[in-house]
């Protein structure tokens, strides 16, 4: 039986990914910041026949991802699949000159993730088999007028994985990046404006589960995003700027 472990799983796709693993018969693993919410979605997979655990760990602290990691290989086994899915955004207006929420930001969705490979990496490398995904977003392939901070936190990890992919292939181990268009989740329920193709949670759990397990290179979802996702990285710089939404 295979091991996930999943950051950022005690809400949104995170938790529905853990529990859509855990129906398929994988060992899953969940870490966040709220014990008791990982403690709901651990018990939700064993009253389903799975195996889980849980650890908490901020995954800005490298350290204490690390701690996690570990625990939850000692409850579980090696990491077979390491899903790198803990971020937020909030809006950040230039004219505000938010730098704060700049750094904040690229801290939780660039460093978290790099943190969640790199806890995993070593042991992969050492065994010449893993995979390791990052979940991004369709905002990575342009920089949204008021969410910059998000979009460049999302093209960095998009980039970084692109050359991993690459670079570990030799290596045995395999990476998978997630761009996501609009999901039903706490963080998108803080939109003030009308989200085209939205999914809930659970719609895009089994995408995405369905995506690793085929051993897919990105997964973006749903279908009518990918051509979105297209047209926003080919349109002209001027066609872009005066198309892109104002806020």
Not at 58 to 66: I, K, P, W
Not at 91 to 103: G, Q, R
Not at 143 to 162: F, V
Not at 180 to 208: E, H, R, S, W, Y
Request: overall charge positive.
């Amino acid at each position: 039986m295979s091991v996930a472990i999943i950051t950022g799983a005690s809400s949104g796709i995170g938790a529905s990914l853990a529990r859509e693993l855990g129906r398929r018969k994988w060992k899953v693993g969940v870490i966040a910041r709220r014990a008791d919410l990982l403690d709901s979605i651990v018990a939700e997979v064993r009253a389903a026949g799975g195996e889980a655990a849980a650890a908490t760990a901020d995954v800005t602290d490298r350290a204490a991802l690390d701690a996690a990691v570990a625990a939850l290989e000692a409850a579980l086994g090696p990491c077979d699949l390491m899903v790198a899915n803990a971020g937020s955004g909030q809006p950040a207006p230039m004219h505000k000159v938010p730098i704060d929420t700049i750094l904040s930001t690229m801290r939780l969705n660039f460093d978290g993730a790099v943190h969640s490979a790199g806890a995993v990496l070593p042991g992969m490398l050492e065994r010449r088999r893993g995979h390791v995904a990052v979940v991004s977003s369709v905002a990575a392939n342009r920089g949204l007028p008021g969410h910059g901070a998000y979009s460049a936190s999302k093209a960095a990890i998009s980039t970084l994985w692109e050359a991993m992919r690459v670079d570990l292939a030799p290596h045995g181990v395999r990476c998978t990046t997630i761009h996501p268009g609009f999901v039903a989740t706490p963080l998108t329920q803080k939109n003030k404006f009308k989200m085209p193709f939205l999914l809930t949670a659970d719609q895009a759990a089994g995408i995405v589960a369905d995506g690793l397990e085929r051993g897919a290179k990105e997964i973006t979802f749903p279908w009518q995003m990918r051509w979105v996702a297209t047209l926003m990285r080919w349109l002209p710089i001027w066609a872009w700027d005066r198309m892109a939404p104002k806020r």
